[in-house]
């Protein structure tokens, strides 16, 4: 899980001094997120009857906010909290997260409020590859639905996962289709697709990568019709003339 805070609060009220703990919560990237809260030690604390405020902007301005969080109970019960992105939302945008936690210390009555802000670099979903292995070539296809001008990065690897050649584009929403070259008949390749809604650095996690292999190498032969014998051509082009 990804520790977004994990810090000490403390409140000065003349000579009394009150310790509690931020809870801290991860998240997955899609819609719905879901945010799993989750606190260090046992603090003195519990939720205000009005619970948490949590506000989601994306890069475009648009909010969502979500109020009466249990924060605290729900990170003593495990419970996640499941957020479905309204429509007006981006799905490709990296989102904004400012949660303000109230909660009142249950020995001295105290209440602890804090605002904590932190960046989600959102990771879209990756497209399904169509792959067509040739004898030294491979054709792949996936649909951009991300958006308009949404950078990928296509990788071909070989089968141990080094890098072999690879390709970056920026198209439109719709089909994407592309070819490899120079591959060697009967051999296990990997393709992998990067995707970067919005070409933050460093750049999301790849795509998990596709095994495939290229078809394999066989002989064609032709009849020479004048003198006998015939021609033997490889899968690489080189012929020879059997008598």
């Given at each position: 899980?990804?520790?977004?805070?994990?810090?000490?609060?403390?409140?000065?009220?003349?000579?009394?001094?009150?310790?509690?703990?931020?809870?801290?919560?991860?998240?997955?990237?899609?819609?719905?997120?879901?945010?799993?809260?989750?606190?260090?030690?046992?603090?003195?604390?519990?939720?205000?009857?009005?619970?948490?405020?949590?506000?989601?902007?994306?890069?475009?301005?648009?909010?969502?906010?979500?109020?009466?969080?249990?924060?605290?109970?729900?990170?003593?019960?495990?419970?996640?909290?499941?957020?479905?992105?309204?429509?007006?939302?981006?799905?490709?945008?990296?989102?904004?997260?400012?949660?303000?936690?109230?909660?009142?210390?249950?020995?001295?009555?105290?209440?602890?409020?804090?605002?904590?802000?932190?960046?989600?670099?959102?990771?879209?979903?990756?497209?399904?590859?169509?792959?067509?292995?040739?004898?030294?070539?491979?054709?792949?296809?996936?649909?951009?639905?991300?958006?308009?001008?949404?950078?990928?990065?296509?990788?071909?690897?070989?089968?141990?996962?080094?890098?072999?050649?690879?390709?970056?584009?920026?198209?439109?929403?719709?089909?994407v289709s592309?070819i490899f070259?120079a591959l060697?008949?009967?051999?296990?390749?990997?393709?992998?697709?990067?995707?970067?809604?919005?070409?933050?650095?460093?750049?999301?996690?790849?795509?998990?990568?596709?095994?495939?292999?290229?078809?394999?190498?066989?002989?064609?032969?032709?009849?020479?019709?004048?003198?006998?014998?015939?021609?033997?051509?490889?899968?690489?082009?080189?012929?020879?003339?059997?008598?």
């Amino acid at each position: 899980m990804k520790r977004i805070f994990s810090v000490a609060v403390m409140i000065v009220l003349g000579s009394i001094y009150t310790y509690g703990q931020d809870p801290y919560y991860s998240q997955y990237f899609m819609s719905p997120m879901s945010l799993n809260p989750a606190l260090i030690g046992n603090p003195p604390f519990n939720d205000m009857p009005s619970g948490s405020t949590l506000t989601i902007t994306d890069l475009f301005g648009n909010l969502q906010i979500l109020t009466g969080i249990p924060l605290l109970n729900d990170a003593r019960s495990s419970n996640p909290i499941v957020i479905t992105l309204n429509s007006n939302m981006s799905i490709s945008s990296d989102y904004v997260l400012s949660m303000n936690g109230l909660w009142q210390n249950t020995t001295t009555g105290l209440m602890c409020d804090r605002i904590i802000v932190n960046t989600i670099v959102n990771v879209a979903n990756c497209p399904s590859l169509t792959i067509t292995p040739g004898l030294a070539d491979v054709s792949w296809s996936f649909t951009n639905s991300v958006a308009n001008g949404c950078p990928f990065t296509v990788y071909l690897l070989n089968n141990a996962g080094s890098i072999l050649q690879t390709v970056t584009l920026t198209p439109a929403l719709g089909l994407v289709s592309g070819i490899f070259n120079a591959l060697s008949p009967g051999t296990p390749y990997k393709l992998q697709i990067g995707v970067n809604p919005n070409s933050v650095s460093p750049a999301p996690p790849l795509c998990t990568p596709v095994l495939f292999s290229t078809i394999p190498s066989t002989a064609s032969r032709w009849v020479v019709t004048n003198g006998g014998g015939y021609w033997l051509q490889s899968a690489g082009g080189s012929k020879w003339l059997i008598q």
